[in-house]
C-alpha cells in the first residue's frame, strides 16, 4: 500500500520540482555552464567525455559514446545538479553548441 501511495504523489505536480527547474533555467541564463569534451579510446571502442570547467557548485561530469548522447547525458547531468526531478526535465530549454558530429581540424605547413 505504502508504495502504490509513494507511485501516485510521484505522478503530482510539485512546487518544489517546478522551482528547481526554474532555478536552473535562471541560472543558466545568468551564467551557462563551460564544459571540456574530451575524445577517448578504450579497447578499440571510442566515447566522449565532458567535465564542467566554471560550474561553482562543483564539477558535472558524464560521458557519451557519441555527441548526440554525450549532449543529452550533459543536459540530465545539470538537471540532476540542481535536484530537478525527471518528469520536470525540459531538454529543449538547454540550449548547447556541442557539434552533431566530431569535427577534425588539420593544421599542415
Partial sequence: MDKLIQRIISHL???????SFDKCKKVLAHSPIDFEVSRLEE????FYSAKSVNFDRGVIMTTGKTLDELSQNIKDAIFTA??????YCDYKAIASNLPAQELRLQYAT
Avoid at 505536480?13 to 522551482?19: E, V
Fill in 43 to 46: 579497447n578499440g571502442e571510442v
Fill in 82 to 87: 540542481f535536484g530537478v526531478p525527471a518528469k
Fill in 13 to 19: 505536480p510539485s512546487t518544489s520540482g517546478m522551482a
